[in-house]
């Protein structure tokens, strides 16, 4: 693992700040310093910053129910809430894998494990995600079929795994879908809604692979087992 990466997973700072630091000789690797940013570090290798050791954090996985009005990054220039700020505390270096627009609620997966997050968030994993929305107006079966088929929005395919009617528009209530993807394109699902005519109302995430959102409160952080991070893994498609 290059140095500048090796600190920015230790917590320490982010990595441009620390190709910073080690330019300055701030930082030594089994006693040596180094100024070279591009040093790699090995399993073992004893790494000091300003003379204090520091050492990768033990490997942590959560769901997180992500309300809306909470942005999907770690900080936000316009000073909006971030998913950030309902990680725990005490746990080093947590990103989320992937993200969800500003108003769509629901289940992130969220680690400092950076191959894990690689793996799990690369589009090779085809791994389902599953969303019901409350539309503006009821989709036919010609409609939900499109979905199926792919659309196509902004030059792009957009392609559904399965679109299910799974709630009948009422006076006092709009209809529900349930939509499944294994792709994770930006805004896919509201975007393939708007195509067809039905415009979500409200998105929520219900399901990441085998992991589902039933039980958790809204802003709930809850620690994954090491068999719930196996199930994930073995969801993975076979290019991984």
Not at 32 to 48: K, Y
Not at 97 to 119: C, H, P, Q, W, Y
Not at 145 to 154: D, I, M, N, P, W
Not at 177 to 197: A, F, P, T, Y
Request: positive net charge.
């Amino acid at each position: 693992m290059r140095l500048h990466r090796y600190i920015g997973q230790c917590g320490v700072t982010s990595r441009r700040k620390a190709e910073e630091m080690i330019a300055e000789g701030r930082v030594s690797v089994n006693g040596e310093r180094i100024t070279t940013p591009g040093t790699s570090v090995e399993e073992g290798d004893a790494v000091c910053v300003d003379g204090r050791p520091i050492e990768l954090p033990r490997k942590a996985y959560y769901a997180l129910n992500k309300p809306t009005g909470y942005v999907t990054t770690l900080s936000d220039p316009a000073r909006r809430r971030t998913v950030s700020e309902l990680f725990p505390p005490s746990v080093v270096g947590l990103k989320p894998i992937g993200r969800l627009d500003v108003m769509t609620s629901g289940l992130l997966l969220v680690t400092n494990d950076g191959e894990f997050a690689s793996k799990v968030g690369h589009p090779s994993g085809m791994v389902e995600k599953e969303y019901v929305a409350k539309v503006r107006r009821e989709p036919s079966d010609r409609d939900l079929a499109r979905l199926e088929r792919g659309v196509f929005e902004g030059g792009e395919r957009l392609v559904a795994v399965s679109a299910r009617l799974t709630g009948r528009a009422t006076p006092q209530r709009p209809a529900t879908v349930r939509i499944v993807l294994h792709e994770g394109k930006n805004r896919q699902v509201r975007r393939m809604l708007s195509v067809i005519g039905c415009p979500a109302l409200q998105l929520e995430r219900v399901r990441y692979g085998p992991i589902v959102l039933k039980g958790m409160r809204p802003g709930e952080c809850r620690k994954l087992g090491m068999e719930e991070v196996g199930k994930i893994l073995k969801s993975l498609g076979s290019a991984q």
